[in-house]
């Protein structure tokens, strides 16, 4: 079992930037990929980022390619979201996520961290 706990989210102006973080115990930390994910009020959860175990490799989705950045720290067993150059439809709770290497999906979640982004 891993626990995760997102922290940083709240409001801030359009252009802003905010550092989201994700805490994980229970379980060896750099064993999971680890991956962020939103819900835009009355919307779907959509991906975010994703960052491999080793931190070899990230992935973005479009909407946020360039703006934000995914990163972890292994020792700290934290994963960190930075974001740039926030606009309006960034809006959303961002929740944290675990999986096992080799596994497919996400098996643990966060309770989620709430960004607003004013216009």
């Known amino acids: 079992q891993v626990q995760l706990e997102e922290s940083g989210g709240g409001l801030v102006q359009t252009g802003g930037s905010l550092r989201l973080f994700c805490a994980a115990s229970?379980?060896?930390?750099?064993?999971?990929?680890m991956g962020w994910f939103r819900q835009p009020p009355g919307k779907e959860r959509e991906f975010v980022a994703a960052?491999?175990?080793?931190?070899?490799?990230?992935s973005y989705a479009d909407s946020v390619k360039g703006r934000f950045t995914i990163s972890r720290d292994n020792a700290k067993n934290t994963v960190y979201l930075q974001m740039n150059s926030l606009k309006p439809e960034d809006t959303a709770v961002y929740y944290c996520?675990?999986?096992?290497?080799?596994?497919?999906?996400?098996?643990?979640w966060g309770q989620g961290t709430q960004v607003s982004v004013s216009s």
């Open positions: 996520a675990a999986r096992f290497y080799g596994v497919a999906d996400y098996q643990y």
């Open positions: 960052i491999t175990r080793s931190a070899s490799s990230t």
């Open positions: 229970g379980r060896t930390f750099s064993n999971y990929n």
